[in-house]
Nanobody, 123 residues
């Protein structure tokens, strides 16, 4: 199992940047596919970025492609989400998640979740 704790959320103006971090406990972090999801009230949680266990493969939702970058440091058991050119519509609770299932990065089953961190983009 792995426990996940996000940090780095907050309030930022349109066009600004934030970096989210997600630190995992457990000795098998490097074997998990890691992802970032976000959710706004009344909508389903959506997977916006994911990275394979090795870091060799990444995938992004169209809404964030070119603006967000996922990365990981297996030595620090941490995954990051660098968010640039933030828009009002990026306002959401952001969650990191871990998977040891197979399949497409954005669509696989993620079994482990953090508690979420709020990101608010002011217009």
């Amino acid at each position: 199992q792995v426990q996940l704790v996000e940090s780095g959320g907050g309030l930022v103006q349109t066009g600004g940047s934030l970096r989210l971090s997600c630190t995992a406990s457990g000795r098998t972090f490097s074997s998990y596919t890691m992802a970032w999801f976000r959710q706004v009230p009344g909508k389903e949680r959506e997977c916006i970025a994911a990275m394979s266990w090795s870091g060799a493969s990444t995938d992004y939702a169209n809404a964030v492609k070119g603006r967000f970058t996922i990365s990981r440091d297996n030595a620090k058991t941490t995954v990051y989400l660098q968010m640039n050119s933030l828009k009002f519509d990026d306002t959401a609770v952001y969650y990191c998640a871990a998977s040891n299932s197979g399949g497409l990065l954005l669509n696989m089953k993620y079994s482990y979740w953090g508690q979420g961190t709020q990101v608010t983009v002011s217009s």
